[in-house]
């Protein structure tokens, strides 16, 4: 029996979730599917540039695992763009990630949070120190 997949991270999580070439009814298209974890990966690793590590961590899967799912992810894109085929985003195994990102200081025991749209703080603002955690809210 196949070990059960954990919950991917998922940051960002648009409303939008088809696209399809301009110009072709819908009836007439085949689609591919994309899922919202794959769409996270791409997300991740094209848009924001990160290394397969950082974005893995982001996630909350190794690094082998974000490269599979980045993987399949362009190679579905792929297939749409160079077919002409709909892309359709939906389901997968994630959760989406808590909007505040708290973190914890080992050092100095400091606690904060730190806006949605950065990155990972560079130390923590009490200490300076550079080991901490982050702290989830979602269990």
Not at 43 to 50: H, I, K, N, P, V
Not at 83 to 103: H, T
């Amino acid at each position: 029996m196949a070990r059960p997949q954990k919950d991917r991270i998922v940051a960002f999580n648009p409303n939008v979730s088809y696209f399809k070439p301009r110009g072709i009814p819908l009836l007439e298209l085949d689609e591919v599917g994309l899922t919202v974890d794959e769409r996270e990966a791409i997300r991740l690793a094209d848009l924001q540039g990160l290394s397969h590590e950082e974005a893995g961590r982001q996630m909350g899967v190794s690094r082998a695992t974000f490269g599979r799912i980045v993987q399949r992810a362009r190679y579905a894109v792929a297939d749409a763009l160079i077919n002409g085929k709909a892309i359709n985003v939906e389901g997968g195994n994630y959760r989406l990630a808590d909007p505040d990102k708290r973190f914890a200081c080992r050092g100095c025991g400091h606690n904060w949070v730190a806006p949605p749209e950065k990155g990972r703080p560079e130390g923590c603002p009490e200490c300076d120190g550079d080991s901490f955690k982050r702290i989830s809210t979602q269990d």
